[in-house]
């Protein structure tokens, strides 16, 4: 089934919540499509999907990225999967960049966001 989708399909998209090894190495499998990538789902930091590594991959292979997780609110992105509210705040959060009040969460991540779009990390 996959490989009917690769074949008519203009742009792949794909998540990884993993670490860097492992993102590249996936990245790699699909880049052997011929096809645009996009990755719809990354960010994890408790599995080590972080931007300090993962950013400079997408941006040094031309890759697209997103996360669903922007202000903590009332979708509680910052939550692993599976935790709940009532045992408080985790130690590693999962994917916000901001807190509810929108000051940083880490504000070296929003320098490292800043600099590889404007295209100043990670490349070749």
């Not at 399909?9 to 499509?33: C, M, Q, V």
């Not at 930091?45 to 990225?65: K, M």
């Not at 985790?90 to 600099?115: C, M, N, T």
Request: hydrophobic share 30%; net charge negative; proline share 6%.
């Amino acid at each position: 089934m996959n490989n009917i989708c690769w074949e008519h399909s203009d742009i792949i998209t794909f998540h990884d919540y993993n670490g860097p090894d492992r993102l590249a190495e996936h990245i790699e499998s699909l880049k052997s499509h011929g096809r645009p990538i996009i990755n719809t789902e990354w960010l994890c930091r408790h599995q080590q999907s972080v931007p300090e590594t993962c950013l400079p991959i997408f941006r040094r292979e031309n890759v697209g990225c997103l996360h669903w997780g922007l202000v903590n609110g009332r979708t509680q992105t910052h939550l692993h999967w599976g935790w709940t509210p009532d045992r408080g705040e985790p130690e590693v959060w999962q994917h916000d960049l901001y807190h509810g009040d929108h000051s940083p969460y880490k504000a070296a991540e929003l320098r490292l966001f800043r600099h590889v779009i404007a295209g100043e990390a990670g490349r070749r």
